[in-house]
């Protein structure tokens, strides 16, 4: 692609622009040059991603969304995760990306704070469908999502949400556009013009938190869905804006008010050389990642001999930035209105993990959204600014407990588990794959689809895999 030397970004020097360089690195990817390491980080992600698909597929949502959306498009021959229908290719996307998200059970990149794999894995199933992909290429197409993904969100500091953007929806649909433009085959130039498509899809609104409303289990799939038309559209001639992120009113201007200078126009230098893949993190418990710290430390205080009955009051240390997401309105917090709303409430979380000593997808049942006792302990919780967080790198925690017999215990987790620095064990992956599946599947069936994602490096095709994932819930 040839670049008019005029500088047309407001300030930024002529340059490659970053959707060029995503894209000429895309257009020659392949597995072969991936390590060994990375693709098992990429496959255990994928493992992740689905089995939280499965156990989303019982719920309420996830029925009356998979109904609507049957309803408007025309049957395929593309899976939903755990249901009936067979759909055409953006109609699976759309639904497994609401999916895989519904739960906020999906994995995180920290420093960006985006959901990859929500976005990534549901465009590799369809397109790589699509396309007849081998397992290979479809491993690869969700590698370069997640590349992309990765470094786009992380230039922007954890700030697209004090904006009030949800990062997964502003930032997957790029990843997922590049994912689905590499499967079709599209050449650099496409590839750089679907990115200009994307930036005119990219979306995702954090209003959500006012209510715990469903609208944020939409956003990876509905960047799922567009970025396959923003990739057929990039490979059609469409003129798109080759400055999909530097540009006037490129991703970083438009949404931030600046264009993040030296960090955006180094994004794209280290590619194939530092795989972002290794800092992803999954999740060991389903709420949302701000508050996971906090779980591990409360249940080291429990351990200890703290119960409910002892505390007069807690103080939660969280930083500045995650304030607006897990703690306030602080009254709102303390009585989640629903599943949903619970998961982005600090106090509730830590309440009930004290309370039932875990926290699984049953402390989301309405009988403990409504426990008399996790809500009076929920009253005793407030929070304070920490800026010794190391967020956005990772999400630390630390509680100050106060006790009536005049005690002060105070728990820290730097760390949060299941990130790079603490992670999962396979072991550990496997079992949360099977728990969230079983709660759709049966056990055999559940096995040969976390075997078979396991070698997916070996597949041939991914008919096998798509065949497994549809199909009804018992």
């Given amino acids: 692609m040839s670049v008019n030397p005029q500088n047309r970004s407001g300030g930024l020097p002529a340059e490659i622009p970053l959707a060029a360089q995503f894209a000429a690195f895309g257009a020659r990817f392949s597995l072969e040059r991936v390590p060994r390491e990375v693709v098992q980080l990429a496959k255990r992600s994928i493992v992740d991603a689905i089995g939280v698909g499965l156990a989303a597929s019982t719920q309420d949502f996830a029925r009356s969304s998979v109904e609507a959306i049957a309803a408007l498009g025309e049957p395929g021959e593309c899976a939903v995760i755990a249901c009936q229908p067979r759909l055409a290719p953006r109609d699976a996307a759309l639904l497994n990306g609401l999916l895989i998200h519904g739960l906020d059970y999906d994995d995180t990149h920290p420093a960006s704070i985006v959901h990859c794999s929500a976005s990534a894995v549901p465009v590799m199933l369809a397109a790589g469908l699509r396309a007849g992909s081998s397992g290979a290429q479809a491993l690869a197409a969700y590698l370069l999502a997640v590349e992309a993904d990765a470094r786009i969100g992380s230039i922007a500091d954890g700030q697209f949400q004090k904006g009030g953007f949800h990062p997964t929806g502003m930032v997957g649909i790029f990843g997922a556009t590049l994912a689905a433009g590499y499967l079709a085959g599209h050449d650099a130039g496409a590839l750089t013009s679907a990115q200009g498509v994307a930036l005119s899809m990219a979306s995702g609104s954090m209003e ?83 508050n996971h710290a906090f779980g591990d430390a409360i249940l080291h205080l429990r351990k200890q001999g703290l119960s409910a009955g002892d505390v007069a009051h807690i103080t939660a240390r969280i930083h500045p930035d995650q304030v607006a997401v897990v703690c306030e309105p602080q009254a709102a917090k303390r009585r989640p209105s629903s599943d949903y709303d619970a998961k982005f409430s600090l106090p509730f979380f830590i309440a009930a993990t004290l309370l039932r000593g875990r926290f699984t997808l ?36 630390t509680l100050e407990v106060h006790t009536h017999d005049g005690r002060t215990l105070v728990a820290r987790e730097p760390i949060n588990r299941g990130s790079d620095a603490r992670p999962l064990t396979d072991a550990e992956v496997a079992e949360k794959f099977m728990d969230n599946a079983a709660r759709a599947i049966e056990t055999p069936r559940a096995t040969q689809i976390l075997d078979l994602i396991m070698a997916l490096d070996e597949a041939g095709d991914l008919e096998e895999l798509n065949g497994l994932l549809g199909g009804q819930r018992h």
């Avoid at 804006?241 to 600046?258: I, S």
């Avoid at 955006?264 to 280290?270: H, S, V």
């Avoid at 996790?374 to 956005?392: G, V």
């Fill in 362 to 397: 049953d402390e989301l049942a309405d009988e403990c959204l409504n426990d008399p006792e996790i809500l009076a302990l929920c009253d005793k919780i407030s929070y304070r600014p920490d800026e010794t967080s190391r967020f956005p790198r990772y999400y630390s925690g």
């Fill in 208 to 290: 959500f938190l006012a209510d715990g409303a469903w609208t944020k289990r939409l956003h990876p799939g509905w960047a799922a869905s567009s970025a396959m038309t923003a990739a057929a559209l990039g490979a059609s001639g469409f003129r798109a804006p080759p400055m999909a992120f530097e540009g006037r009113f490129g991703l970083y201007r438009a949404f931030l008010g600046e264009d993040r200078g030296d960090r955006l126009r180094a994004c794209a230098t280290d590619l194939g050389e530092r795989w972002e893949m290794r800092n992803v993190a999954l999740k060991p418990y389903p709420v949302c990642h701000f």
